[in-house]
C-alpha cells in the first residue's frame, strides 16, 4: 500500500507539466517514422489492389505480391493502427476509408503519391544540412540538381512523375471547379506542365480552348501518351524545352502551378519576366502554388515547404514577396482566388 507522502508525490508529479505523459506520447506519433514507410511499402506491393474484392488473408495476399506473410501481417498490423486497412478477424484484412485511396483503380488515387525514391530518401537523411545552410541537402548528398538528376534516371523519374500525377488527380478536382475564368481561355500554355495531365483536364473539360504543354524534353516525352489518352491530343501542341530560354508566345493564358516556388528569386524573375515577354497586353497568368502564411494552423504549404528545401532550395513565398516579384517583372496581381488547395493568383501585365 502507498504511503499519504508517496500519493502525495504521484499526485504532484502528475500536475507537473513536466510529466504531461500524453503529450509526450504525442510527440512520439509525430516523430514516428514507420508509418510513412510502411504506406509507401504497402503502396509499392499494391496491397490495396488485393482487396478490391473484399477482405483476404494475410496468406493469400502475401502470394499474390510475392511477401513473406509473416512480414506482410506485421506490416498490415501496424498500418491498422493507423486506419489504414483493417484487421476485420485474425489473419484477414479488408480496407478502410483510409485505404480505399491507396487502390490504383480509385477515382482520386494516391498509390503514386508515396513512393519510395532511393534518392529522396538519402536527401532526407541529411535535411539537417538543408536547416544549418538554407540549401538543399539533394544537392549536398547527390552533388547535382533534383531535376538534373532526375533527367538521368528515367526509373526515378517516372517515380517522381506518379507522385505529380496523383496531385493532379486531387487538384483537378478542387482547383478546376474554383476559377471561373476557364471558359473565356481560348488558348492556354501550361509552362513546366509536367506530363501534360493537368492540361489535359482542362482541355476535356473546355473544348473551345487549345492548349501548349512546355517542359523539360524528358518530361514532354510521356505527353502524349496522356493527351491521347484523354483525347485531347489534337488540341494541345507539346514543347520540348526550357522556359529559361523561350515561351510560346501570345497566348490567352499561362499556367504555372506548383513550379515558382522551387526556384530562388532570381530564377523566379527570369521565369516571370520570360513569361511577360511571351504575354500580350490582355493575357493573364495563373499562378497556382502554397503561400506561405504565419501562425500555428497546418495548410497545404507548410509541411511542403520542408521538401522544397530539402529537394530543390526552394520555398513557398509570402503573397506579398510574390507581388515584389510581379512587380520587378512588370506584372502585377489581379485578384487570389481560394481553392480547397492553394490559392490561384490571376495575374496581368502592368
Ligand atoms: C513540381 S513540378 C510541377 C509540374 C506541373 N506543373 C504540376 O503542377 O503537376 C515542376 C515542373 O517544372 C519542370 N521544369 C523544371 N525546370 C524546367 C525548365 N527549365 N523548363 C521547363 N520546365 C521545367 C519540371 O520538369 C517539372 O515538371
Same mark, same amino acid.
Given at each position: 500500500m502507498k504511503s499519504p507522502a508517496g500519493s502525495e508525490a504521484t499526485e504532484a508529479r502528475s500536475r507537473n507539466p513536466r510529466f504531461d505523459v500524453p503529450s509526450v506520447m504525442r510527440l512520439t506519433e509525430l516523430a514516428d517514422i514507420v508509418v510513412p514507410f510502411a504506406i509507401r511499402v504497402a503502396c509499392e506491393l499494391r496491397i490495396a489492389d488485393e482487396l478490391a474484392d473484399g477482405p483476404r488473408t494475410v496468406d493469400e495476399i502475401a502470394r499474390s505480391v510475392g511477401a513473406d506473410p509473416r512480414a506482410l501481417l506485421r506490416l498490415l498490423r501496424a498500418l491498422t493502427a493507423r486506419?489504414?486497412?483493417? $484487421?476485420? $478477424?485474425?489473419g484477414l484484412f479488408g480496407h478502410t476509408a483510409l485505404s480505399e485511396p491507396l487502390r490504383d483503380d480509385h477515382p482520386l488515387s494516391m498509390r503514386e503519391a508515396y513512393p519510395l525514391i532511393p534518392a529522396d530518401i538519402q536527401a532526407w537523411s541529411r535535411f539537417d544540412v538543408s536547416v544549418r545552410t538554407g540549401g538543399s541537402a539533394f544537392e549536398h548528398v547527390h552533388g547535382q540538381g533534383y531535376w538534373e538528376h532526375m533527367a538521368e534516371r528515367p526509373e526515378e523519374a517516372h517515380r517522381f512523375d506518379g507522385t505529380q500525377r496523383a496531385a493532379t488527380r486531387l487538384e483537378l478536382r478542387t482547383i478546376l471547379p474554383a476559377y471561373d475564368g476557364w471558359a473565356t481561355i481560348g488558348s492556354l500554355v501550361d509552362a513546366g506542365g509536367g506530363n501534360g495531365a493537368f492540361l489535359a483536364g482542362i482541355l476535356r473539360r473546355f473544348r473551345d480552348t487549345h492548349g501548349t504543354l512546355l517542359d523539360l524534353p524528358h518530361v514532354v516525352a510521356g505527353a502524349d501518351e496522356v493527351l491521347r489518352a484523354a483525347g485531347v491530343r489534337d488540341r494541345c501542341t507539346v514543347v520540348g524545352g526550357s522556359f529559361f530560354d523561350e515561351i510560346p508566345q501570345g497566348a490567352d493564358a499561362y499556367l504555372l502551378k506548383r513550379v515558382l516556388y522551387h526556384w530562388d528569386d532570381d530564377h523566379a524573375r527570369t521565369l516571370l519576366s520570360n513569361l511577360r515577354s511571351a504575354m500580350r497586353p490582355d493575357s493573364r497568368l495563373l499562378l497556382l502554388e502554397p503561400v506561405a502564411e504565419p501562425g500555428d494552423e497546418l495548410n497545404a504549404g507548410k509541411l511542403y515547404d520542408l521538401i522544397l528545401l530539402t529537394m530543390a532550395g526552394g520555398g513557398l513565398r509570402s503573397l506579398e514577396e510574390i507581388e515584389a516579384l510581379l512587380d520587378k517583372s512588370g506584372l502585377r496581381l489581379a485578384r487570389v482566388v481560394r481553392t480547397m488547395m492553394f490559392p490561384m493568383m490571376e495575374i496581368v501585365p502592368r
Open positions: 486506419g489504414i486497412f483493417t $484487421e476485420v $478477424e485474425p
